[in-house]
């Protein structure tokens, strides 16, 4: 059974520092693996998605990497605003089951 | 392009009651999720639809059930509300679902009383 872990739960950090995001998951057999956003009471804004095949995908101040081998993907903000303050989530979706599993999310705050 | 969008934003019933969300995916997405949202659980997955057809469903009983118009509009329905079922409900739309990027509504908010 797929299971995604998003480590840490929380993070605070100053303006204008660079940040990286992990999410780990138990089986490689993915199909692609998917960032988003979450505003508080709102719905979830997708980020990045990579594909299995693939190893990373950017975005403005985002890029995020995919290491399949060792179940691991990691979501680089560069420059972090007060704006990105969200919860981030990380979501895999499977071979055979085929919908996202999601990890628990990690809430980031940018302090001004 | 309009984004994904649900009815009715907010609902509160109590328990025994049954309850009925919309979603409207995005023009041209034939595929059409659900997903729920609590404090303890997180994001877990209900059930799939593609043209009409159910294609995938999670771990949820069953009364829980959804369906998919012809136009891709989709509803999910609730019979017998628990206290438990209190969630955000979102919905997500694709246009093939397996691969592509999913885009999610601003969900329902349910409170069971």
């Known amino acids: 059974k797929q299971e995604v872990t998003q480590i840490p739960a929380a993070l605070s950090v100053p303006e204008g520092e660079n940040l990286v995001l992990n999410c780990s998951f138990t089986?490689?057999?993915?199909?692609?693996l998917q960032w988003f956003r979450q505003d508080p009471g709102k719905g979830l804004t997708s980020l990045l998605l990579?594909?299995?095949?693939?190893r990373e995908q950017t975005s403005g101040r985002l890029n995020a990497s995919l290491d399949k081998s060792s179940g691991r993907s990691t979501l680089y903000i560069a420059a972090s605003q007060p704006g990105d303050s969200a919860t981030y989530l990380c979501?895999?979706?499977?071979?055979?089951?085929?919908?996202?599993?999601f990890g628990k999310g990690t809430k980031l705050s940018v302090k001004p | 392009k309009a984004g994904v969008t649900q009815t009715p934003r907010y609902l509160i019933k109590t328990r025994g009651q049954q309850v009925t969300l919309s979603c409207s995916p995005i023009?041209?997405?034939?595929?059409v999720s659900w997903y729920q949202q609590t404090p303890g659980q997180g994001l877990q997955f209900l059930f799939e639809?593609?043209?009409?057809?159910?294609?995938n469903k999670g771990n949820f009983p069953g009364r829980f059930s959804g369906r998919q118009f012809s136009n891709s509009r989709s509803e999910m329905n609730v019979s017998t509300l628990e206290l438990g079922d209190s969630a955000l409900y979102l919905c997500?739309?694709?246009?093939?679902?397996?691969?592509?990027?999913?885009?999610f509504g601003p969900g329902t908010r349910l409170t069971v009383l």
């Open positions: 997500a739309s694709s246009s093939q679902g397996d691969t592509d990027t999913q885009y």
């Open positions: 089986d490689s057999a993915i199909y692609n």
């Open positions: 990579i594909q299995s095949s693939q």
């Open positions: 979501a895999v979706r499977g071979g055979s089951q085929g919908n996202l599993i």
């Open positions: 023009s041209g997405h034939r595929s």
């Open positions: 639809y593609f043209s009409e057809t159910q294609r």
